[in-house]
């Protein structure tokens, strides 16, 4: 069982930047898949950033060249920096983990999630 804690979120204007931090339990080494989800209100939860030790890297189009997913292994910690945030990201973000080789389809682990809200 892994336990994942995000931090990181609030509240922000239209362009600006946030950086998400999700830490995990137990040593997130390969293989693994690792990244981040988010649900907005009335909308279904979707993938937003994830690394696969079997595949690579992959971000949703949606923020493609706004958001990177990175990971620090000494400090077992993920993270999501937003940058050029827009009201449509606001949404809960979730960090997740899971088995690798099958992007989001591996997860089976969920943290409690954090809100970002991003303002006009």
């Known amino acids: 069982q892994v336990q994942l804690v995000e931090s990181g979120g609030g509240s922000v204007q239209a362009g600006g930047s946030r950086r998400l931090s999700c830490v995990a339990s137990?040593?997130?080494?390969?293989?693994?898949?690792w990244g981040w989800f988010r649900q907005a209100p009335g909308k279904e939860r979707e993938g937003v950033a994830l690394i696969d030790s079997a595949s690579g890297t992959i971000h949703a189009d949606s923020v493609k060249g706004r958001f990177t997913i990175s990971k620090d292994n000494a400090m077992n910690t993920l993270y999501l920096q937003m940058n050029s945030l827009k009201p449509e990201d606001t949404a809960i973000y979730y960090c997740?983990?899971?088995?690798?080789?099958?992007?989001?389809?591996?997860?089976?682990?969920w943290g409690q999630g954090t809100q970002v809200t991003v303002s006009s």
């Open positions: 137990a040593y997130m080494h390969a293989p693994y898949c």
């Open positions: 997740a983990a899971g088995d690798p080789g099958a992007w989001w389809a591996g997860i089976k682990y």
